[in-house]
Structures are given as structure tokens and as C-alpha cells.
């Protein structure tokens, strides 16, 4: 097994002034996307907010998990959604009913540590028919709106824990120029604030960061449920997602056709806001 990079590991490098008296009361966020391949219907990003102590007890639990998974089940280096439920990789051999107990347990670790979970859904075949041209310079990709969203959503966690030292972690399988000029757009602002704000954005990998686990889990049934919504919105969402809606402090954002088309509304001829 690749080795694991700590929470607690994460948080003396990252942010090396979030302790006090030996208790870290950082806030700390995860995401991962679904959805940024060039025939997908929907672009989508997700992920899970929480203190270290959250994420401590995620982080063993996880482990704890990976290391035991089912009864005469071998560890697993790493718990991916997709390929869980598609039994792949590493669930080759797994039945239908044990694919299912596998997603309840890990979900069951993200509720019982109580995070809050948080996606940003954009319509991309809309997205990539609406945004053209100057508008399509200033706005990019649809992986940007839901990039921005999240980094809002979780300095608005961090606001409303009365925290000013936040670290956000995004699935480096993503990372690009581009969303590293809107990175130091945010550091530029944050560092203008009073009070001050410590604020870092990185980049890691999945396999090594046991959270971001978690995060894809959060991405996957968001983006399997919400090109299901694009479709008919009169579905439901899988078991899966009815139980976790049920149990996570969760919200998001959904940027269908009529929302784009309400975004261009609000720009000129250039691109930029009116």
C-alpha cells in the first residue's frame, strides 16, 4: 500500500501556525470532481468541510476500514466509488450486496463524522453550447464555476466557525494554470482582509489522501445523480443518495440551462460582469 499522508501530518505543513496550546482548530476542506471528460453531460465538484478532530476520526475509521473491509475480503488500497460499483479493480469478485454494505460502511465513516458535504453540479453540454467566445475567456470551463463554489463554501464554513485558518485540498488529477490564477485571485483577497485570514489551497493525491476518499464519494453520486436531474427532474436519487442526503449537513449548486442563460445576462459583449 502507497503511504498516507496524515491529517495531522497535512495540517504542521500546510499550516504550520493552526495549533493552539496543542489543539488544531483549523478548518479543513476536501473535493474531487466527476464529470471533466469531454463527453460528459454534466460537470461536477464535490467534497466534505470539518475541524482536525473531524477528520482525525475520519481518517482512522477510513483506515480501519481499508485494512478490513468485508469479512474474507482482502484491504484495499483505496475506496473509489466508481469502481466499487461497477466492481472493478479492486472489487473484482465483489457480489451486488457487498458492493452495496462496502458504500454504506465508508458512507456510514463520513456521517458519523459529521462533515459537511457540498457539490456544484454545471449543465456541460449547456455550458459548452452557451459559453463561447469573450465569455468563454472570462468564464472558462464549466469546471470553473464549481472550482470557485466550493473555496466559498468552505471560507464560509470556516467564517461561520469562527475560524480563520482554512486549508483546502483539491484531487491534483485536475490541477491546471488556469485554476491557479483564480487560487491567487483568493490568496490576493484574503491577504487584504482584517482579520487577517491564513489561507492555503494545494493540490494532492487521491490514493495518498485518505479524506480526498471520502470527497469522491461525495463527487460520484452527485454526478451520478445529477445527469439522472438533467434528464428528467422528476427522478429520484439512488438509495445510496437518499441516505446520505437524509444524514449530511449538505447543499450545492446547480447551474442547469436556465441558470447559464441567466449568468450571460448579467455580462456584456466582453464577457465581464455589466
Known amino acids: 500500500m502507497s503511504a498516507i499522508v496524515s491529517i495531522r501530518e497535512l495540517a504542521g505543513v ?22 471533466t471528460h469531454d463527453n460528459s453531460a454534466v460537470t461536477v ?8 478532530p473531524q477528520w482525525e476520526l475520519f481518517e482512522r475509521r477510513w483506515a480501519e476500514k481499508l485494512a478490513n473491509p468485508l469479512p474474507g475480503k482482502p484491504p484495499l488500497k483505496a475506496f473509489h466509488l466508481s469502481p466499487c460499483a461497477a466492481r472493478d479493480g479492486e472489487f473484482q469478485g465483489y457480489s451486488d450486496a457487498e458492493a452495496d454494505a462496502i458504500t454504506y460502511d465508508f458512507r456510514q465513516i463520513i456521517i458519523g463524522a459529521d462533515l459537511i458535504g457540498t457539490a456544484s453540479v454545471v449543465d456541460k453540454i449547456a455550458w459548452d453550447e452557451l459559453i463561447v467566445g469573450p465569455a468563454r475567456n472570462v468564464l472558462g470551463e464549466a469546471l470553473r464555476p464549481c472550482f470557485v463554489h466550493c473555496i466559498d463554501q468552505a471560507m464560509l464554513a ?17 490541477r491546471s494554470s488556469r485554476l491557479q490564477k483564480i487560487i491567487d485571485q483568493y ?9 487577517a485570514i491564513t489561507l492555503t489551497i494545494t493540490f494532492g493525491p487521491v490514493n ?7 470527497a469522491d464519494v461525495v463527487a460520484t453520486e452527485n454526478y451520478w445523480d445529477a445527469g439522472r436531474w438533467l434528464k428528467d427532474k422528476e427522478s429520484r436519487p439512488r438509495a445510496h443518495m437518499r441516505h446520505y442526503l437524509r444524514n449530511v449537513r ?12 441567466a449568468e450571460l445576462q448579467r455580462r456584456g459583449p466582453d464577457g465581464n460582469l455589466l
Open 187 to 195: 490568496l490576493r483577497y484574503v491577504a487584504n482582509r482584517s482579520p
Open 208 to 214: 495518498k489522501i485518505l479524506p480526498l476518499q471520502g
Open 250 to 261: 449538505a447543499q450545492g449548486l446547480i447551474m442547469d440551462r436556465e441558470a447559464i442563460l
Open 158 to 174: 470556516a467564517r461561520d466557525a469562527g475560524d480563520l485558518k482554512l486549508a483546502i485540498v483539491f484531487d491534483q488529477g485536475f
Open 45 to 52: 465538484m464535490g467534497g466534505l468541510i470539518g475541524s482536525i
Open 14 to 35: 500546510a499550516l504550520p501556525t493552526g495549533a493552539h496550546d496543542g489543539v488544531f482548530v483549523m478548518i479543513r476542506a476536501y473535493f474531487d470532481d466527476s464529470g
